[in-house]
């Protein structure tokens, strides 16, 4: 992927003499000084095992002296070394489904010639600024392969993890419910329910990892028989002014989660295949 560049010309030679030079066959053009410059891209071979690959050019000098054409001929040997990538992500070791994996794909060796694009199987690719892209994977492994200037470079593969499933908790007022031990009837005026999602998942895509409840229904009951309800609420948060004026000690107050949604890092939402249900002693 870099620039080899290279001068031709003769050693000795009378300095009137105007040569006519080929590259690989090509015609080279000549400066005044009687230098044909050389410049192509370096391009991937069969690398070997140390990541090296041999190649060459083939250089002629023609000139016509006295009436007499001599063409000299040179082939040049050169070495193409398999530039290494440079991966980091804060979790490189595996992507996470239909999330934004950020990475960053660096190769030093290229330096300021580096101008990568990006492209592979399993995923959706977002370039970034330069070296950075998003994977977004559809599959369970992904390939990525970089390129740079439209050479490849090379190609890493990933697995590809499941998104965990967040924990929902269940809250009356400011304090958690409490599912052994009972809930005082007279703080279930406000109930919340939170999607809260796996820590680790949320430390590596902070973006992809915001949750909430859409949808849960909630009675209450005595026995079998329910008293209030089922009460369908659209969102998170629910009012139950009406259960805490009905309930009686020994009550249940029952919790059905029927929808969680996450938003995602480009804020777009989708449903998670998901429920939970509490079942709650009041005191």
């Known amino acids: 992927g870099t620039k080899y560049k290279a001068d ?31 410049e192509f891209t370096a391009r991937p071979g069969s690398f070997d095992q140390a990541g ?3 190649a060459s050019w083939t250089g002629t000098i023609r000139m016509n002296q006295n009436g007499r054409d001599t063409t000299f001929k040179v082939s040049v040997p050169y070495t193409i070394t398999k530039p290494v990538m440079q991966i980091q992500s804060a979790s490189v070791q595996a992507l996470y489904y239909k999330c934004g994996n950020k990475l960053s794909v660096q190769v030093p060796a290229l330096g300021a010639q580096y101008q990568p694009s990006f492209g592979g199987s399993g ?32 190609s890493q593969t990933f697995k590809v993890r499941p998104i965990p499933n967040p924990t929902i908790k269940c809250f009356v007022g400011s304090s958690e419910a409490n599912e052994k031990q009972g ?7 406000s109930i919340t329910m939170r999607a809260i999602p796996d820590p680790g998942f949320a430390t590596f895509l902070p973006e992809d990892a915001r949750y909430r409840v859409s949808k849960f229904t909630a009675v ?5 028989r329910p008293v209030v309800g089922p009460k369908v ?22 919790i059905e989660v029927q929808g969680v949604q996450r938003n995602n890092f480009q804020n777009q939402v989708e449903d998670v295949n998901m429920t939970r249900t509490f079942n709650i002693p009041l005191q």
């Open 8 to 38: 031709l010309f003769l050693t000795a030679g009378a300095s009137n003499l105007r040569p006519t030079m080929t590259y690989n066959g090509s015609p080279l053009s000549v400066g005044p000084d009687g230098h044909g410059k050389v």
């Open 52 to 54: 090296n690959a041999k």
């Open 123 to 154: 995923a959706s690719f977002i370039t970034g600024q330069k070296g950075e892209v998003t994977v977004v994977p559809n599959s369970r492994e992904v390939t990525l392969n970089v390129s740079s200037g439209g050479n490849p470079i090379g």
């Open 183 to 189: 809930t005082p009837g007279t703080a279930i005026r």
């Open 220 to 224: 209450l009951a005595r026995g079998k």
């Open 233 to 254: 609420i659209n969102g998170p948060q629910g009012d139950m002014s009406d259960m805490v004026n009905a309930y009686k000690e020994g009550d249940r107050l029952f």
